[in-house]
DNA sequence: CTGAAAGCGCTTACAG
DNA sequence: CTGAAAGCGCTTACAG
């Protein structure tokens, strides 16, 4: 059978092409029952706009991208829902890509996506600013947890709650912390990093920094050596892969969460509420965050004047963390 | 700056647009020197063809679409990484959709990818055969982890490797075993569940069943009590999740693996490494799954004759399984 | 190997 | 509110 366009179901109507455009495009511009008519033959014979031939004629592609540096790391799953979810409520798709954890790759496949959406959602990216500015060049972009010069972006801010979980490890008695950093080029490792030292600073608590490490179970598991040998009881890990890990190297070496060590993650991603016991961590409200981001993209993609966005993780604790140990170990 | 088309880098060079559309579409039909001209004056300008114009003339788009039941199950960011990387390295994009664990939404889901793509890769369905077949309708199309009368498909075989872990688990002593069923729309649980079954009978081995369960951390818990109460110590989980659910349960029930009771999940996401102890469980080939399904998918959408594929998951023995207890509980 | 021209299926400024 | 027509930027059958 011929293939159904906006013309036969003209012809079939007695109406012209642009009326049936409109019903489409531009339902408010067609007589109310000239448009009923028109949708109720395109529903018959299951029409729907070529997206090719309207993406033609409108610059409009229909398509944001969606960049994650880590598919496979837990926080991005639930981001790239919540980011599919706000498209499609716009009728726009999502093209993903991930960039496997490959910071370098960055730009290229940036670059590849800009030709082909009409927005671009850059999730946590490693890339230098400069690159990931080059790329972007003219096209309507938003940043997720990192703020770079010129770009709007929406950032989860973890101060608050890092504090927080600081304090309520002091409150147990630990008076020597420990912070497992992230990855060296990642932003929100840098600021993590930084509200944990601060918080050190104010309270003359002591501070042991480790790492930079990758954001990997691996990377936890192999810094539980040097974290019981320097006799800190209170960590404060990146995130919960991390914390994840740290845990199960511990373990290794006989020490456990909470009774011998106290151990706090970041994000609250699924495998903190799996884990036995469940983390105590940093509840980002990763939702909002996707949400949001959609949010900005469609208002810069609009041409309207955006502000940056911020949301805030909250303490959230389980049972990895508790009172210090009586005694010393070592 | 004015956009740059075919027609301004034709002008600029002083050739005809049909032919720096070739350049780019069919080099081969190309002399080398124009053809190398023509890039080199593309690569300055940063041109690239318009997708949507492009789209148009050829009636492909370039794009495929990937269909996941839960982006949140850790079973499929990886899956959909492979996806991903195939597609990237034949230049095509991929259209995520995440059904949000919602088997009814997935036809409708389908209907929308179905416009805007060259082909779909359906990962795991739950809605119904018939209602799947008919939305898919025309549209080249490779389903994943279930087989669907009439559509191709590649799925993961896990009997073999779960007859193997049975035998493990009576090779250390454990007399009765039990099954944690999975989701009673799942295909793969369906055919987990065979394999076990037909094993039990083989050799004569007591199987409770539990179940069917949603394959989620938390349904996995709550069948802790009633597993207690079985009298098993050998557990079959319908899958990763499920089994650090149980895991989990049994020990706020003061039982643990290994001692306690054996536990076996299936699939090996992340979370079965990251557990302590890590789990023993069937290791999937997820990313020869994503692979050869846009492999075939490629094959259909060219017009070609295709199989369907079949890939093996095997056993991966880890921490949470070894001898049976002594004496029984209760 | 190259060019002129038609066509892909929409949208939209313009005229009515 | 509706229609005729031009145009979006490619591809490709056809002719040379």
Not at 35 to 56: F, Q, T
Not at 151 to 173: F, K, Q
């Amino acid at each position: 059978m011929a293939r159904v366009t906006i013309y036969s179901i003209a012809r079939e109507l007695g109406v012209s092409a642009s009326t049936v455009s409109r019903a489409f495009s531009r339902p408010d511009l067609v007589r109310s029952d000239v448009r009923e008519r028109i949708m109720a033959e395109a529903d018959r014979l299951g029409y729907a706009p070529n997206r090719a031939a309207r993406g033609l004629a409108t610059g409009r592609t229909g398509l944001i991208g969606l960049l994650v540096p880590d598919i496979t790391n837990p926080f991005f799953p639930p981001l790239v829902r919540a980011v599919e979810q706000a498209a499609g409520a716009r009728d726009v798709g999502v093209l993903l890509v991930d960039a496997e954890a490959n910071g370098r790759a960055e730009p290229r496949l940036v670059r590849q996506l800009a030709a082909q959406v009409d927005g671009l959602v850059v999730a946590s990216p490693r890339a230098s600013s400069a690159a990931l500015k080059d790329v972007v060049g003219g096209l309507p972009a938003v940043v997720v947890n990192r703020t770079i010069q010129g770009l709007p972006g929406v950032v989860c801010d973890n101060t608050g709650a890092l504090r927080a979980a600081a304090d309520h490890l002091r409150e147990h008695g630990h008076t020597k912390l420990a912070l497992l950093r992230g990855p060296a080029d990642s932003w929100a490792a840098g600021r993590r990093a930084q509200a944990v030292r601060r918080w050190a600073d104010e309270h003359e608590v002591e501070l042991v920094e480790l790492g930079p490490f990758e954001a990997q179970f691996e990377d936890g598991r192999a810094a539980a050596r040097v974290l019981v040998d320097s006799g800190a009881t209170g960590i404060l890990a990146f995130d919960d892969l991390m914390a994840c890990g740290v845990l199960s190297g511990l373990a290794e070496l006989g020490v456990h969460a909470p009774v011998d060590v106290s151990v706090v993650g970041c994000d609250d991603v699924l495998l903190a509420r799996t884990m036995t016991p469940a983390l105590t961590t940093v509840t980002a409200p990763i939702d909002e965050l996707g949400r949001r981001a959609v949010e900005l993209l469609e208002q810069v993609v609009a041409g309207e004047a955006v502000r940056s966005a911020r949301v805030e993780g909250v303490l959230t604790v389980r049972g990895t963390t508790g009172p210090a140990p009586r005694r010393r170990r070592g």
